[in-house]
């Protein structure tokens, strides 16, 4: 069961403080807050162990040259439509949402051709995926930091475990699809 997350004025004015600037220091924030330096780290350790406060590592993709796709599926299991991509370098993440579309998916990718092809290949083509519609993000608003896999081992086969080989795929043979990472396939820059 999820806690109520309860949060005092000090605790919100030192999130504020984080989300302004991730690398201020503790004894800015005390400063700031006018508060002791120790009260700031136990206010930091309590804020990570309700988890209100985390830290991502990642590429600001509002900066960086790809595209990311949002793509609106319903699913008879979204579950087992999400575990299909969990190794996969494209993916983004994944929501369970409710509403028209049950599942909502974000890829990246290096250019538009493949991220279609990871939807023609991986959603349009399950018996699990009664539709899936894509949307190209054009920018975001604010900066959108997210992790993207970057290490991985190499393998025959792409990790989606759909048994397509990229050098038997018609995506991949047409030049539509940079091809998976994972594989000696891949044609793209970002992973090499």
């Not at 475990?161 to 995506?171: A, F, Q, T």
Request: one cysteine or more; charged letters at 20%.
């Amino acid at each position: 069961m999820r806690e109520f997350l309860d949060l005092d004025k000090r605790d919100r004015e030192l999130l504020s403080l984080l989300e302004q600037n991730p690398e201020i220091s503790q004894s800015d924030m005390a400063e700031k807050l006018k508060i002791s330096q120790p009260s700031v780290s136990a206010r930091i350790h309590k804020l990570k162990q309700k988890g209100a406060l985390a830290h991502v590592v990642g590429m600001n993709l509002k900066k960086v040259n790809l595209y990311m796709a949002k793509v609106d599926a319903i699913a008879s299991n979204t579950s087992s439509v999400l575990d299909i991509f969990k190794d996969c370098p494209y993916f983004l993440n994944g929501l369970i949402v409710s509403g028209r579309h049950n599942l909502c998916l974000f890829f990246i990718g290096e250019d538009i051709a493949t991220l279609e092809a990871i939807v023609d290949g991986h959603l349009r083509n399950n018996p699990l995926v009664k539709s899936a519609e894509v949307s190209i993000v054009i920018t975001p608003m604010k900066d959108l930091i997210m992790p993207l896999r970057m290490n991985f081992n190499n393998s025959n086969l792409p990790p989606c475990g759909n048994g397509c080989n990229c050098k038997d795929c018609h995506h991949h043979i047409s030049n539509r699809c940079l091809g998976c990472p994972v594989t000696d396939s891949y044609n793209g820059k970002i992973w090499k």
